[in-house]
């Protein structure tokens, strides 16, 4: 009887495992932003790195038509990649940059910006990381194109900017009026 | 025509499996019949056809017959001789192949070595080692056939990996995989054996050589692995503790269990069922390693294909395997004799199962580690990812009760024991390892976690498995790999302590301060080469005495277009100075890691020690 019970109990773990690993297998590996925008609560305060007042980014994504939201940091080699890109989007009149720093150390976020220059109107930091992480970001850099009126997220980047996505980006910002 | 070849070959080799499953039921009956009749020439002409099918591949990568749609995907004309011929297993059609080539000739050894041993063993040993071999070559022609010819015939093929392009890399497949197919002969060899009655000293003695042969492979294969990420990867460590890694460490530290087990019951007649478990266990965890790697299931470089028809092909054998071996174990198990034999707690089957239980634990911590996030991705749908510090905080602290026992324990005597061993001789090594770890952690000024008692231990190991060596009692196998263990211990700990990093952007005549070096970029230079462009950069690093040159280059491959970064390691035997060089956008700044590593060739000899212990005992027992 003891016996049975064990190979009951072996055999069932093993066919959980199986259905398990089975269902694993039919997910795709690569991670999918949701880009439901009713989850997301621009509401949070954060303060700016040149400055040492508070806001929220509901008050940032007011100006102009549309707002890139890009989440960065100095460690983050892949920053310095897309970071041209970024400039080469200042350019566009109704697009408003905003970035985010994310966990990081204020001396080197500064000198990263002096260096390599600011695209950016606004930034702020966010040392801890979790305001990055309720805007559903899954890791440096991320890029949100915003619809400033509606508050929506058009589109989302995982990863640095390239010039295929910046062509796309200009694309939907035209497209969007 | 080499398609044709190959496949039909293949072809030939699957009735083969097929006629050798379907006779061996009726030659199990006929208990007079000698194996070596009809089933070992089914066998040889198994294994024939499968090496022309794969010396068929190897040809058509060396010739680059781009009418083969393998070699179209995984290779190009410019590419060297050697790469091409390496090329046949960089991928996961050839890769499979030559899983299978090493199935078919592992088991024409074990039939040739084995005619001393009962016919039904013999046969019910080929019976289950020829369902794996039917797997694989269902496997191989209906999901992933290495032999589909395209037409039209492309003048050029894609290329292949460049990071695939190493030596290294070359001959860690065929290693790794010479000891995952050795636990399928343990595997088929433990049923056979429990279904016959005959788990006893005389298959612990046979199956003895198997373990050793697939343990050493293995701990080939993870070191070139290693070597491979150290040196080609650039990121600057040995283990990284990445799923495809654990993968091929959880089935070593189950055949090091085994292997232990075994002697134990080669010499005392005791944990019949444990041998048994521990057998299926470690070829399942071999299995599932292929399966967890091949199927991508796991993200990662190692993953070939990502069709999820191939992944539930695996998957379906991978349990039906598993399955099928729990309900033999579990209906054959009162055939194991349960002779309880008198043992004491001090004695030398203590101290082994003191070592399995530790083995076991480590085995449990990857596993969860490895295979918990993608359990809990397909419940709950949350991603987590497991890093190092999951392992270092579980594995640590029970590393240092861990290498105490392997001090004391090999020094014990069968049955029984005085507790007074742990005599005043390894009281004064336990002293002398506590002062120089206080000594050397103080001097270094570095305490994370454990770190003292760690020392203390990893020492302790040390000094006694040096002093082992004057003992005549034990086997010098034993001591040589024991020794090894306790040096990679040592080195990776002090590696891990004393390692220095520094990075920064820099471009050509920057010069940077670091600890008491000054890095100098002094040039930069263009250089072609045959299926690749390389940006060689010229670094030098100097102190008061002395100054030495590192040349990282940042390779451009065209085939297909891919940038690697090389870095470039100057190794001495007291440490390693590593230079990787990444690109940064245009405008002439690169950016730079330099980093200082202790000991780490001694991590590598420590390996190349740990497994030349096995090839002796090898090479005593049948020499």
Known sequence: MVKNIKLIAVVSLVIVSFFILLKGLNKTNNYSPDLNSSKIDFNFKAKFLYSNEETTLYELINDKDFSIINIWASWCLPCRDEHSFLLNLKSLDKLNII???????????????????NPYSKIVVDPSG??????GAYGVPETLLVHNKTKTILKKYIGPLDDEKLAELKMIIKNEN | MLNQIGNYSLYIALLSSILIIIQSPILLNRNNINVSGRIFSLISIQSLMIIISFIALIIAFIISDFSNETVYNNSHTSKPLFYKISGTWGNHEGSLLLWLLVLSIFLLIFTITSKSLSNKYRILTLFFQEIIILGFLLFILFTSNPFMSLFPIPNEGTGLNPLLQDPALAIHPPILYLGYVGTSIIFSSSLAALISGSVNKTWAKHIKNWVLVSWIFLSIGILLGSIWAYYELGWGGFWFWDPVENVSLMPWFCLTALFHTILILEKREMFHSWAVILSITTFSLSMSGTFLV?????????????DPSRGVFILCF???????????????????????????????ETAILVNNLFMMFFL?????GTVYPIFLEVINNDKISVGPPFYHKLIVPFMIPFLIFMAIGPNFNWIKDKIDKINLQQLLFFILSIIVSFIFLKRVGISYLFSLPLFIASLF?????????????????????????????LSVLVNGVLAKEYSSNMKVGDERKFLNKTIKF???KINEN??????????????????????????????????????????????????????????????????????????WISIILISFGGILSIVKRNG
């Open chain 2, 461 to 489: 190991l040390f000094f006694i498995t040096i002093k082992d060596f004057s003992v005549k009692k034990t086997n010098l196998s034993q001591k040589i790999s024991h020794f090894g263990f306790s040096l990679f211990i």
């Open chain 2, 318 to 348: 991978l349990f039906i395997l598993i399955t099928l071996s729990i309900f033999i174990y579990f209906f054959h198990q009162n055939k194991i004799k349960n002779n309880i034999a008198r043992t004491y707690i001090v004695s030398k």
């Open chain 2, 522 to 524: 002094e040039s930069l």
């Open chain 2, 364 to 368: 449990s911590v990857v596993l969860i």
């Open chain 1, 130 to 135: 979790v305001n990055s992480i309720e805007l």
């Open chain 1, 99 to 117: 970035g985010i720093n994310y966990k990081d150390n204020e001396i080197n976020a500064k000198k990263f910006i002096k260096e390599l220059g």
């Open chain 2, 294 to 306: 091949r199927s991508g299931i796991l993200n990662s470089i190692h993953t070939f294909a990502n």
């Open chain 2, 530 to 603: 045959k299926n690749y462009q390389s940006l060689e950069a010229n670094f030098k690093i100097s102190d008061k005495n002395n100054s030495i040159n590192l040349k990282p280059e940042i390779r451009v491959y065209d085939q297909p277009q891919t940038i690697t970064s090389e870095a470039d390691i100057e190794s001495t035997l007291y440490s390693d100075n590593f230079l990787v060089l990444n690109i940064l956008k245009n405008d002439g700044f690169y950016n730079v890691r330099y980093q200082i590593k202790p000991f780490m060739i001694w991590i």
